[in-house]
């Protein structure tokens, strides 16, 4: 059974770096069987998926154009977890941040974001 | 970006009754990349349904999900008590992935 167990702050403050932590049991971060990814939350936004990664021979990264500027993902093998980081933050980051994994067959990774770390409050303010 | 509108933003029915939510895309959507979440209050979203019509593990069959292009359905047959919730729609064929605003689900 895979688990996603999230770690992090609950506040920031404004123009600082947000940062995540999402630790995986029952998968590897280098599974060519999954990509992993971070998701927001808010009232004004909805759910806004944030960016990913996957590992497949090497590295990939895909961001959300609204964020690419500002974050970055990445992948931590020896300890088998993936990290957010989100700079230059402002009011309108305060949002839920979850970790997900998305599944994939046979090279394509069409099965739903399938397992969801416990979500991360996060508020930026002063 | 494709834009996923969900209709109706409300829908109050009984349990036992059929509940039909919409999911209307602005350009056309691989059906391998649409999937239907559930998430109820203080919890992540649960998968439902993923490449427009599978259950995920788990899930009863009296959920099911059907479309094609720009047009999917999500129908819950008979509501039972725990199926009250908000249900959101996502596409992952493009970047970047897009969520629908969410149809909630009420208790009448």
């Known amino acids: 059974q895979v688990q996603l167990q999230q770690s992090g702050p609950g506040l920031v403050k404004p123009s600082q770096t947000l940062s995540l932590t999402c630790a995986i049991s029952?998968?590897?971060?280098?599974?060519?069987?999954?990509?992993w990814n971070w998701i927001r939350q808010s009232p004004s936004r909805g759910l806004e998926w944030l960016g990913r990664?996957?590992?497949?021979?090497?590295?990939?990264?895909d961001y959300a154009v609204s964020v690419k500027s500002r974050i970055t993902i990445n992948p931590d093998t020896s300890n088998n977890q993936f990290s957010l980081q989100l700079n230059s933050v402002t009011p309108e980051d305060t949002a839920v941040y979850y970790c997900a994994r998305v599944g994939c067959s046979g090279g394509t990774c069409a099965l739903g974001l399938d397992y969801w770390g416990q979500g991360t409050l996060v508020t930026v303010s002063s | 970006e494709v834009v996923l509108t969900q209709s109706p933003g409300t829908l109050s029915l009984s349990p036992g009754e059929r509940a039909t939510l919409s999911c209307t895309a602005s350009q056309s959507v691989s059906s391998s990349f649409l999937v239907w979440y559930q998430q109820k209050p203080g919890q992540a979203p649960r998968l439902v349904i993923y490449g427009a019509s599978t259950r995920a593990t788990g899930i009863p069959d009296r959920f099911s999900g059907s479309g094609s292009g720009t047009d999917f359905t999500l129908t819950i047959s008979r509501l039972e008590p725990e199926d009250f919730a908000v249900y959101y729609c996502q596409q992952y064929g493009s970047s970047p992935w897009t969520f629908g605003q969410g149809t909630k689900v009420e208790i009448k």
């Open positions: 029952g998968d590897s971060v280098s599974s060519y069987s999954a990509a």
């Open positions: 990664t996957y590992y497949r021979s090497k590295w990939y990264y």
